[in-house]
């Protein structure tokens, strides 16, 4: 993300989206994972592949929770997410916007 001239803010929120997401489907899928990062024009598209077809859950976390805030700051973090099933299992996709990107495809 710093090659491609990322802001700060925009790479913070990805390493978090993204450590979540990886947890998330290391805890609970217990499966291979893949993450694959795909610069598109103003945005940047991260995917976090697992072979579960556990459903992800949106949950409202209470404050003291240690669990469970994963899709919580997805929702929050990302203007866009989407989960696409794939043969066996599923992949949780989203974008962040960037300026760096403007004008790459």
Do not use: Y
């Amino acid at each position: 993300m710093a090659d491609w001239g990322v802001e700060a803010e925009v790479a913070d929120d990805a390493e978090l989206l993204v450590t979540e997401l990886v947890t998330n489907a290391v805890i609970h899928a217990r499966t291979a994972v893949t993450l694959d990062i795909t610069p598109q024009d103003g945005r940047i598209e991260f995917s976090v592949s697992d072979k579960s077809t556990r459903q992800v859950q949106l949950r409202l976390p209470t404050a003291d929770a240690v669990t469970g805030r994963g899709i919580f700051l997805l929702d929050q973090l990302a203007p866009e997410w989407d989960v696409l099933p794939i043969a066996g299992g599923k992949t949780v996709r989203f974008k962040l916007v960037t300026a760096a990107l403007s004008g790459v495809s």
